[in-house]
């Protein structure tokens, strides 16, 4: 079965119930958001009965709750300690996360890996470890952290198979923790995605690929190995839709949720168009100009 949906808002007012409605119009079994603002920690209070006619309205509409992914805001940074209050303020705040997550009954939280500043790979990497320790030592719900593979820009933890290893290998709730695969990011890390196979192999020899609980699809702006981070729209990048298709019908992830992250056209979303274009394995070299004209009218 395809698991295909893309990220959603998700406001204070309907909360969950924004996130499903908006899902459902672009033809999505499943989806991801932020608990509040990726840019900032502020969280309003989760209503319950929201979150029951939200999961009233998943029933209805074919989404599949329990493959729902909830990512953490881009600013905490689990990498980095510097400053030993900034490290435990990532710490806490992760750690409400998780009771969100909880509460909401999501099981996936995404998080990026965290950026070493300066401090050296090793450093970031023990940092990380130490952290998600803390973070799940008292912990005893189910909900899974998934390391986002990151296209190593800067002085990013986790665009290297390995340093996820050691993150993994050191955490003590190992079985707690996941792996979020970003085609994008994999691109600009120097992963060749038209030998997505032997990805694969590798992964699972190293990692295992019963790790793996999503998958961030999206092209990418840049050349292979560019380490910089930068989504296009599916089709329209470096990567390519033949190659895009091949992951997300990858036998091996069948049952893996996939997300699409790609760039809004002209203050359009694009996902109804390219989750349309991937159920039916056709390009349409349309979708960009058509989301454009939309934008004019």
Known sequence: ??????????????????????????????????TGAPQNTRRANLDSTLTKTAITEMEKNGIIFEQVIVHAPYIVNLANRK?????????????????????LGCRYLVLHPG?????????????????????????????????ETMAGKGTEVGSKLEE?????????????IGVC?????????????????????????????????????NDSKNVF???????????FGTIGFSTLISIIYAKELENVPKILETPYVEGNP?????????????F???LQKDLQKISKK
């Open 1 to 34: 079965m395809l698991l295909i949906g893309s990220h959603v808002s998700f406001d204070q007012k309907e909360q969950l119930i924004k996130s499903v409605r908006e899902a459902s119009s672009y033809g999505a079994n499943t989806f991801m958001f932020y």
């Open 83 to 103: 400053e030993e209050d900034k490290f435990a303020f990532s710490v806490n705040f992760l750690k409400q996360e998780i009771v969100r997550c909880h509460t």
């Open 115 to 147: 950026s070493h500043v300066g401090e050296g790979m090793d450093v970031g990497i023990q940092n990380i470890i130490d952290g998600l320790n803390l973070i799940l030592d008292d912990d005893d719900s189910d909900v899974m952290i998934l390391l």
């Open 164 to 176: 996820l290893k050691k993150i993994i290998d050191g955490v003590l709730k190992t079985e707690r």
């Open 181 to 217: 695969l970003d085609t994008c990011h994999l691109n600009d890390a120097g992963y060749d995605l038209t030998k997505f196979d032997e990805f694969l192999k590798k992964f699972d020899s190293l990692i295992g690929l019963s790790r793996i609980h999503c998958v961030h699809v």
């Open 225 to 235: 190995g560019a380490k910089k981070d930068r989504h296009e729209n599916i089709g």
């Open 270 to 282: 694009p996902y109804r168009q390219e989750i349309a274009m991937i159920k039916a394995k056709k």
């Open 284 to 286: 349409d070299e349309n």
